[in-house]
């Protein structure tokens, strides 16, 4: 059974592309990035190392520039959730083989 977020099939490159910012962190440990496109409920972002910083749960706010809220897998503790304010994340984009 194949992933709505990965394609079925051979993959032959993969990119990782802008998501945006993070502006805020909840109190409930959900980040809050502006977005520069939609992207799709249940997608994985990562920090700009590659490092898993969670998926993304809702899409909100303006087409043009709509708002994410991610969640992380586990919560972080207060000092490295509010580092990642101003943050820059990516999302892995593949392609498949024609």
């Known amino acids: 059974m194949s992933s709505p977020h990965r ?6 490159a993969s990119e990782r592309r802008e998501v945006g910012r993070v502006c805020s962190i909840s109190a409930r440990g959900t980040f ?5 496109r939609v992207v799709d409920e249940g997608t994985i972002v990562t920090d700009p190392s590659g490092r ?3 998926r993304v749960v809702r ?6 520039h709509p708002y ?5 897998r586990r919560s972080l503790p207060a000092e490295e959730a509010l ?3 101003g ?4 999302m892995e984009v593949r ?4």
């Open 59 to 64: 899409v909100f706010g303006p087409v043009a």
């Open 7 to 12: 394609p079925a099939g051979p993959l032959t």
């Open 52 to 54: 898993f910083r969670g």
């Open 68 to 72: 994410l809220s991610i969640a992380p």
């Open 87 to 90: 943050t820059e994340l990516l």
């Open 95 to 98: 392609r498949r083989e024609h």
């Open 32 to 36: 809050t990035v502006r977005a520069e």
């Open 83 to 85: 580092a990642l304010v």
